[in-house]
């Protein structure tokens, strides 16, 4: 089943060609800009974010433009912050979040971010299909849960996941990948009602789910994420989830090393040199960053959590107590991210 996964995940239309470097050069931009910013350098990481931002109107994720905030207030670059607020303008953003800037900026800076206008166009097509099937999605587990009957459900679920990964893909072979300009109250922390369905087929034991996503699902969405719609760490994580869930083989993207315990965070490294070698050739091919710089980016952001260079969703979070955590935890300290020492 994996070499049919590599398969169809590897068909590209070379017609793309032209398109597909516009999102390459973005996110090349983008990891310098990261690059930087993990080394306290936030005035270079702003030059990168804002010549990141000009490569194509289209291809602009928030969470990219959240960080260049945070640059140009740590920097006190208020002429590039008023730049990258303009930008965050063109997102429908979650009231909630766009308050909370209140405590992650000096006032000066919230001030200008308050006085930008908003120029997005929300559009509702987009987003009464993603709130349909987020509905549709958690209606049977709702009900379920609530007849606390959720195990007995498990095959009913099964079959209502499958029907709604027909329907987004059907969606998204005729509109695109809803990217996240187009979304309505979002925020860089969130991932939309696809990914929920995705990630919800990804579940272990349901082999008819995983086939559905191999030979239907998987190969629609990386050509979204070439064209620079949906973001790799999202498409990286749920194929990784399903090399977990379905028992298929080794992660081929790298992207769920990352374990947390409470407040605790640990990192796996990949198995050997060759493996290592054939996760970041596969990380190359969707635009991700190096599995190791991956890896810089999870400790960096455990202690500056006003970033997110890495989607918070995405670091599994084990709820584990009293004996059988210490057991675990005394298994794996040896990956723990401890806080790096002041030079």
């Known amino acids: 089943m994996k070499k049919t996964l590599l398969l169809s995940l590897g068909f590209i239309v070379l ?6 470097a ?5 996110f090349k931009l983008i990891y310098e800009a990261e690059e930087s910013l993990i080394e306290d350098n936030f005035s270079e990481a702003c030059i990168h974010y804002a010549n990141a931002f000009k490569v194509s109107n289209d291809i602009i994720f928030l969470k990219d433009v959240h960080n260049a905030l945070m640059c140009a207030n740590h920097s006190k670059d208020s002429v590039r ?3 990258f607020a303009i930008h965050f303008m063109r997102f429908d ?6 308050e909370s800037y209140s405590a992650k900026l000096e006032n000066s800076y919230f001030s200008i971010l308050s006085d930008v206008p908003p120029t997005f166009t929300t559009m509702s097509e987009v987003c009464d299909f993603l709130k349909r099937m987020k509905t549709v999605d958690q209606s049977l587990r709702i009900k379920c849960g609530e007849d606390k009957n959720c ?3 498990r095959t009913e679920i099964g079959k209502l996941d499958s029907i709604n990964a027909k329907t987004v893909i059907e969606y998204v072979k005729i509109h695109g990948y809803p990217n996240d300009l187009s979304r309505c109250k979002h925020n860089p922390t969130l991932t939309s009602a696809i990914d929920l369905v995705v990630l919800h087929n990804t579940q272990a034991g349901n082999h008819t789910n995983h086939k559905l996503l191999i030979d239907s699902v998987f190969p629609v969405l990386k050509q979204e994420v070439l064209k620079g719609n949906l973001h790799p760490q999202i498409f990286a994580s749920r194929v ?3 090399m977990d869930s379905g028992k298929i083989g080794p992660h081929i993207y790298g992207a769920r090393s990352c374990l947390k315990i409470e407040d605790r965070m640990f990192l796996f490294p990949i198995a050997s040199e060759e493996q290592l070698k054939k996760v970041n050739e596969e990380r190359q091919g969707i635009y991700l960053d190096s599995f190791e710089e991956s890896q810089k980016k999870f400790a960096y952001q455990k202690f500056n959590p006003e970033f997110y260079l890495i989607y918070p969703a995405f670091m599994t979070v084990l709820d584990i107590r009293g004996e ?4 675990m935890i005394e298994q794996i300290k040896i990956f ?3 806080r790096p020492q002041k030079k």
Request: overall charge negative.
């Open 336 to 338: 723990e991210v401890l």
């Open 22 to 26: 516009q999102p390459r050069d973005y």
């Open 324 to 327: 059988q955590k210490a057991a």
């Open 93 to 98: 953003v979650d009231k909630e979040f766009t």
């Open 15 to 20: 017609s793309n060609f032209n398109i597909a």
């Open 151 to 153: 195990f007995l459900c």
């Open 240 to 242: 990784d989830q399903l």
């Open 81 to 83: 912050f008023k730049e």
